[in-house]
């Protein structure tokens, strides 16, 4: 697991032309992608095909990527956030989605943990609050929570301007909260 | 942290989702394994071939990156109550600065300096500005000199031969932060305000030859700033920057403040040095690129790049300038007249650009040309697009293909 920066970088530069070290590099990653992919779609299924989407992206553009190892990580979320959002900018696709979220909480609330029911309804308030976000404030509220980003972290990541970030972020988290408390109030009513 | 923050920090934690299921991460590797591009294991020699041949037919790199990073390479960490608020022009400047020339010597480039004159008006706002921007700044771009007078910098790239005209309100924001933080009259008031509420501590060296200046040494818990007071006028002209690393305080730049409020004569906000043969793009006159719409991001780059073809075999090469960041019709053609442009084979897949500072895609395109009575495929795999500098929603090549 500790392996060096340069041991890395190796990795990634064999990677454009050595299956094997693509294949390492991928197992490396996949984890990181699928997370981040689920933590902004809330279906498996959607993130399993998104994260396939990402990878056979960077299996064709590996051999663009020329900065540091440093910045792999933020290549990959940021290819992850391109992807994700295409995803959801189809109308239909984003109906969809939200549809399989009520269909899918369901499930999960009786099969996957039943023990805490309490996280489970706030998990779908969280889809629903988030989901009707547009995919710009989707994406900075995952980065901030869920890959617990810094600002300027993010910045990097999606190549924008910190300041531009942090009113995205402002923004996007001022939203967020009146949806949760919308919804909230209306279950509660 | 705000309370919305601290709620939705709150709210997200524990909340449970599906982990990573072994089975189609073993599935997708596989596909991938299977997909993975033979051409990549052995060199692209046809691709090089091309691009040689097609270099020796003068298609050259068109230079015209607009985006002005101007990175003034200072920490103002200890300033920052008093300048991390917005800095809009609109809001009151408070300095004390109407003329000020200063010059940044980072510690690797002194040949180097970034220099910035600028002239205030009377309420603080910034009224004139002309930096120098070293090559070692920007590389690609090469040394740079900007001048900015209401909202519009000239942006000259001597390298480049190219003068850029763009709206901007970044360099008064940057330049409003610098004064404000390194006022010559106020800057080590500030510093007494933040030595008050325990951000750093000060230390005065105040020699009796009066000729010498009085040493005004702040550290912080990072970083250490020393300044240096004229004793006869009071005034700071010169700041030393010292960052903690590895246990002791090594030296990164040294801030020189010249000729304060000494009247700057106007000259120096012109740029009466571009040659008459510079290639002249003015983005403030003509809507540059393409309308974004309802398209993704991924599509309007490829979109971009396939109008621009189009132009080009259509022999429109105002068309095609409009899309190269607003470069004028008679240098396009200038630049690929003599190609000619016959059909767009492919366009894509588009990928982010391999330099996030770009804020680009990169859309790899092939064409096919004729050139010497040969037709051949003419295989771009770096052609970089993004949103037009200060015209969010518009999309256009930049830097070259």
Redesign the interface.
Same mark, same amino acid.
């Not at chain 2, 524990?14 to 599906?18: L, Q």
């Not at chain 2, 990928?351 to 500072?357: D, E, K, L, S």
């Given at each position: 697991m500790a392996s060096s920066k340069a041991e890395n970088t190796d990795l990634i530069r064999q990677a454009c032309s050595d299956p094997d070290a693509f294949a390492q590099l991928y197992l490396l990653h996949y984890n990181d992608v699928f997370n981040y992919c689920i933590r902004r779609l809330f279906d498996r299924h959607s993130a399993e095909d998104v994260t396939s989407t990402v990878f056979f992206k960077v299996m064709h553009n590996l051999s663009s990527f020329d900065g540091k190892v440093t910045d792999f990580k933020n290549w990959l979320l940021r290819i992850a956030t391109n992807a994700v959002n295409d995803h959801l900018r189809n109308s239909r696709r984003r109906a969809d989605v939200i549809q399989k979220i009520v269909k899918n909480t369901r499930a999960e609330s009786e099969f996957v943990i039943p023990s805490n029911d309490k996280l489970l309804e706030k998990k779908v308030l969280l889809k629903r609050a988030l989901l009707s976000l547009k995919p710009k404030y989707q994406t900075v509220i995952t980065l901030r929570f869920f890959e617990n980003m810094k600002l300027t972290e993010i910045a990097a990541c999606l190549g924008k301007n910190p300041s531009t970030v942090r009113s995205c972020l402002s923004r996007a988290i001022t939203k967020l909260r009146k949806k949760l408390n919308t919804a909230a109030t209306r279950k509660g009513g | 942290m705000n309370d919305? *923050?601290k709620? !939705?920090?709150e709210?997200?934690n524990? !909340?449970?989702?599906?982990a990573?299921?072994d089975e $189609?991460?073993d599935e997708?590797?596989k596909?991938?394994?299977n997909?993975?591009?033979k051409h990549?294991?052995q060199p692209t020699i046809h691709t090089v071939n091309v691009w040689r041949k097609i270099m020796k037919n003068s298609i050259t790199r068109i230079a015209a990156a607009a985006v002005i990073i101007v990175a003034i390479g200072l920490l103002l960490n200890f300033w920052s109550d008093s300048v991390a608020y917005a800095l809009d022009q609109t809001i009151e400047a408070n300095h004390s600065v109407r003329y000020i020339h200063i010059k940044e010597i980072t510690a690797g480039h002194e040949d180097e300096p970034k220099e910035f004159w600028l002239e205030s008006y009377e309420d603080g706002q910034v009224k004139n500005v002309r930096m120098h921007m070293p090559s070692w700044d920007a590389p690609e771009d090469g040394a740079k000199v900007i001048v900015w007078k209401e909202n519009t910098a000239q942006v000259w790239m001597k390298k480049k031969n190219v003068l850029v005209t763009v709206m901007d309100k970044a360099v008064a924001d940057q330049m409003l932060k610098l004064v404000k933080a390194y006022d010559p009259r106020l800057a080590v008031e500030r510093l007494y305000k933040q030595e008050a509420e325990g951000k750093v501590k000060i230390e005065i060296e105040e020699p009796s030859d009066k000729s010498r200046p009085i040493v005004v040494t702040a550290t912080g818990p990072s970083r250490r700033d020393v300044l240096f007071v004229d004793q006869a006028t009071k005034l700071v002209t010169a700041i030393k920057f010292y960052q903690l690393k590895d246990g002791e305080y090594q030296y990164q730049s040294l801030l020189e403040l010249n000729g304060y409020n000494q009247p700057i004569d106007a000259k120096v906000f012109t740029l009466d040095e571009v040659p008459t043969d510079a290639i002249r793009i003015d983005q403030t006159t003509q809507e540059v690129g393409l309308e974004q719409g309802n398209l993704?991001? *991924?599509e309007v780059a490829a979109e971009v790049v396939r109008k621009f073809f189009e132009a080009l075999i259509a022999g429109n090469y105002a068309g095609a300038g409009q899309l190269l960041e607003g470069a004028p019709a008679d240098f396009i053609q200038k630049q690929f007249g003599q190609i000619k442009f016959i059909r767009i084979i492919s366009v894509g897949?588009v990928?982010? $650009?391999?330099?996030?500072?770009?804020?680009?895609l990169?859309v790899p395109c092939t064409v096919e040309i004729e050139t010497d009575g040969k037709i051949i495929q003419w295989k771009l *795999?770096?052609i970089g697009v993004r949103e037009v500098y200060n015209q969010p929603g518009r999309w256009t090549i930049f830097g070259g293909i």
């Open positions: - | 919305n *923050e709620y !939705i920090e709210f997200v524990d !909340i449970p989702f599906d990573p299921d $189609h991460r997708l590797k596909q991938l394994l997909a993975f591009p990549r294991l993704t991001d *991924e897949p990928g982010p $650009h391999p330099n996030p500072q770009t804020r680009g990169v *795999e770096r």
